[in-house]
């Protein structure tokens, strides 16, 4: 034992050290600490982010409704009769019932089943059964005001017919949340009207963050993902992209682009994997791309911090919604899409490329598994850290897939917010 | 005893059995016999119940052909990582919706119990299945064959057909 | 082949074919057929397993007639609330324990899982269901229908009929 | 977000603030916070209360057991040999196991399993295995007094069939404790002697105290419970009651009464439940009622704080037991009884109405839908309040349906049993 | 029909006859009854899958004779000490893997669920029957049945048989 | 309520108390409470303790190896390629996944399937992909050092083939560990090459600690396992040892030799099972045993503390591995064994009764039954005490089975090793 071992049990936010200020050094008792969970609760998901709800095209008409969740907390959005939008807790004014019992619908006036408190769509309070009493009965106070009493009320925005909602009176627009780094690229996939395929939920046995390092993490794609690899499927050299929001370095960008330059060469160097050369797919036509956009990009993931992960992976397009489960566990929500003018063939592939992402995806169910193995192994000993150094000499290398610099902004920015104790105080 | 009677039992055991394959197949894992229980030309999909519902048509697996179930196999044992595992198979509620000589289509209620490498067996998905079987040189062989799950929560992933 | 074993798996396979179609018609959201099952005189009950050992009355759910029986159906979709939930039945261990050309009495083992909102499945009872299936002119239904359950925890409330 | 927001995770019974001292407002830590619940046990179910554990007909005979709880302590209450009550817990006094192993049976002499240790009905130690030791081995030290080492007893008592017991030994007799306002109530239904008919259980996702509210709640009847309404069964206009023990505020009684009044008009002035006509019950014999007391009373729903809910619906007589199971989850049992002099038609009358409550009660199932809606919908945020006003203006209204005064009463009663702030300490 | 065809299924539903009756003879706790499914020249064993896998020899419960199959069920009854429970076993997927007119070996998975006082189920184990049945003159017996189990975790005990 | 009651909810270490210093009384909040849990893991399972991971016949050859715990902690045991023993955390130096992901296996390189990072045998950190860049993207930091990054080491030793690692670098040798009055009872069994045959394991919704009380209790022998009284087997007078070791009090060792004195009548004259004397075995073959050592011990129970119990009854030979899950529940592992050199007639001996022990045992399967009646009976009330007294006038008497002395010896080298408070402190 030559690393001096931290008290682990201690793991309340107070006694939590991020021994280095870069974010390269992280305490594993961030991913099961209970009280960091709940601060997580206040700081972030009831603090100054946008949580992401679901596509405006989930909800195109009057009165059409979608329950979600921002953090743990149970939220209904919901399209208004002059289509606008609204979004409200999930929780009945009155004794705290849960108001929507269903996942969708439509519907303009919610009623809650234990005394029928009627809302309207906007979430003000529209009805209570006999208020004003019944003949010798009486009925509500003379002091209860109805416009004081509606359900509790969540700015919403959409960007580009991406639902977010906040409980910050305080946080900017949404606009400029998602901020001038990471605005074009979400335009690059939402510049026109899309079409809502469906959705696929996945549920994790470990903690949210683990899923948010994954997505900032180039570096595992090809060491965790052997699907291309072993099926000998020829990949030109990838030009690689990774980009951080300037403002709180907690949304990130990370695409692949498709070049002349061969990488097979490089990974049988590395001896990280030898081919089987015999191995060929039955049916390559599951990996047809067609080129969409200018850049020949056939990655694009970006996380849009906290709920959103913005995916497009050959012409599969997917907006992934990453619900907090408490601290050990996560749920995964695939939302799949096209574009309304998409001409059938085109609708058929993205449809046939669903089987590369998702719970059960080619290139994708890796990923549930490695977050649940870092869970198990850091759960039992909270006070060590990992150790996330790859390229940690060039910070400003933003072309490169062999590095973790999207991560060690995430975990810097992360402590701010948290307003957890760095190296300064350790020290 | 009726004629009709016994063709219609020797009917539904021919179902039967197929189903029963089927359970041994994957509960034994030997999926590299799996899509030889499909015909040809044929379809399986493993399809949430709220997207069937809405009419939306995302699944969770799709094998569009026999070369895609293989494919899958062939991935699962070569490329894919995930934790080893068991399934077990139960169905019930057999229903044969509509039969001839050369086709038969069905559907049946099932469940998957899964155990995991700490030896603990769970409840990890039930669901409908809507098959449509089809007469080959070989046998009865599923022509189509759609898992619809209730269980839309999908416990960490799923990578053996179900 | 004896005629005699040809006739006794003809009767099983009647009996088991009333049990799928029970399960069928249950876990496919087929309520309004549920009645049907049974003959115009009959009787069902859920009844606890303690009780039943104790020799008390008492069930969860107990119809004494076909009217009780749609009444059950007609509320559960019109006045009560609950929620909406997948059930998947599965049978096992049937026996048949008295057989005329009129009248068969028998007992099997059975499960329900049951699927919530939040799409995860759980084990939500099991218990023996104890049956008399009588001939009518539409076939064999139930006379009587009794699951006696062994969850005595009852998860929440029972709406729909087991 | 208009409503200050309490500091939600910090759900110790010391932050605690109930903000007005009526009881309407209630903060929802009080249904999830294990604090709250911990001190529930001390301050309630270990206090100055008695817990309802069943009905002397189900231990009519010397050696009669029954295994249940105070609070979530087992314990196993048995009639003796001379007839008496006792009560223990189920404990073995030498390392801990349970002693009593299942839930009901018929003896005198208990014997843990481990070292069979014995013990009479009373719960008196009378045998310790090899006490005088054998031959050269040495048995129980000198000092160990068997008297002193028996089960842990609880005081026992019975009232009208009804048995009850506490770990106090302060407490009044449950005499007083049910108090003068109760007794008449609970007498009117265990005027003469009863037959045990059966016993159904519900286990519910939420808080036990979810379900005294409802209990206490006229006002959700005819809104939550839509059987009568769906199938146009005429409700002759109700006279109701609502009672508090003057004591406590903790038990309470309401009743309906039918008289000439057709309230069916007022459902339809509140919009609340639009009657589809041609909706008929195949079989309207469930509904039939005959007539057994003086006042025709067809709902009699009173609770004894804290485990005892005594009901009579129709013909349906039950003794309901509520078992808080941790902060989240209860346990409710229903027993159910006739009068042992029923003619059988009466007596299948009532075993015809079980359908009516319980767990699959045509007129009963919502009410653990609604807790678990309540406990879903408050768990996330501790630190709001529900908002309990009907009739608020009306405190002294005891004929009313349309109120929560029992509900109010009752959140009194229950900060002042345990010692929680109150809207003095923090304004 | 073909007579083959029929010859095939009798057979068949003998076999899924057999495990009928096993599970309702344990299911409805007919313990004494068990040792009568068995030939007189039996074997018997609850097997984990990892022994069985890596071919070590040690099982959970191991009966070599009919005598001690007895013995098992008198020792349940009269001598250890457990908690009273209700089993449900379930079975899927039966493969008959070879017969002859005296003997046949097949093989099928099995899921027991299980009750506690508390009055809750759960999956207490899944598994795979490997079986051997041989003709007797009472009928169809195992001449060895193994319970190659997936849950390798026992919760608590097992003190009956599966 | 006689027995002044403890605010038994305060269940943290430093309000624990040991009312006596002899370990006869034991709080019951060591049985149930996170926080006692939370210190065992430091204080004993990272502490100056040895714990028990397996057989080296497990792992014989170079590459083989077995993931398993000690206290929380996975790590994994393997054989080096040159025979020697390693074992390690199971927690990449990475990020944290668990590095090897089943349960045995043979290798002599481990790669974590995340960024596979790859490790040898002995935990050193071997390779690390594109740790040097590739082109033009940089690798790992300059100040990266490949040795100071392995997978975290723990000690591990062998003692006749049982492997045991220690995360202490302070404390004494594992010969030392098991100390001068328990080995020649451990060189009792492993005096000779064994051959593995198997295991099975057992989860029980108790603490681990009541299984260490059991083991050490055999007091509860004849009086929980009744299946040698019920089949009428003639058990000659049992000659008894207990001993515990003299360093830490934590091992003990219990043999029972037969002698000629027969103890049935003991049994009558204490009146705790009468005997059915109609009750055969119909195949008593079951219980023949072939001596294999000098004196002819029929049961040999062994703790060495914290994770080991060595058991030979009849002719099984057993390495019990007990791991903690948490503060409820334990999994217990029987690892079955023969000698290498057993005649085929005696390995089918041991074979056939393994029907004796194990998860299933005729004398062994009550014992997870007992403790968890103890962990129901006393998780309700932790400031309650256990009576644990049974020839506590006699403290030298080693050769009684009707005595707790070993047990009361445990306790109190527990609380030393926890430091807990004890009698001084109270009073
Ligand atoms: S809780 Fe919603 S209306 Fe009463
Ligand atoms: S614990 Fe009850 S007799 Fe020992
Ligand atoms: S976590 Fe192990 S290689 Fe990255
Ligand atoms: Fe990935
Ligand atoms: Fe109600
Ligand atoms: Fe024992």
Redesign the pocket.
Known sequence: MNIPHQDYRKDSAENLIFPRDDGSRVPYAVFSSPDIYAREQERIFRGPTWSFLGLEAEIPNPGDFKATYVGDTPVVVTRTEDGTLACWVNR??????M?CRTPRGNTLSHT??????NYDAHGNLSG?PFSRGMKHMKGMPADFDPSCNGLTKLRVESYKGLLFATFSATVESLFDYIGAEMRPWVDRIFYKPIEYLGCTRQYSKSNWKLYLENVKDPYHASLLHLFHSTFNIARVGMKVRTIADEQYGLHSILTTTRNEENMGDAYKQQNIQTYNESIRLHDPSLLDVRQEYDELITNHIQPIFPQLVIQQIHNTLVARQLLAKGPNNFELIFHYFGYADDDPELRAMRIKQANLVGPSGYISMEDTEATELVQRGTAPDGGRTSVIDMARDAPEQSDSMITERLIRTFWAGYRRLMDLQGAGDER | MSDDRMQKMLLWWEMQQLQERYTATLDNDRLEEWPELFADDCFYEIMPRENEMAGLPIALVRCENKGMLRDRVLSLREANIYEAHVYRHFTSGLEITAASTAEVTMQASYAVLQTLQDGETRVYQTGRYVDRVVKTADGWRYGSKRAIYDTLRVQTLLATPV
Chains 1, 4, 6 share one sequence.
């Open positions: 009945c004014a009155h004794r705290g019932a108001v809650c089943v234990y005394h029928q408190w209570v």
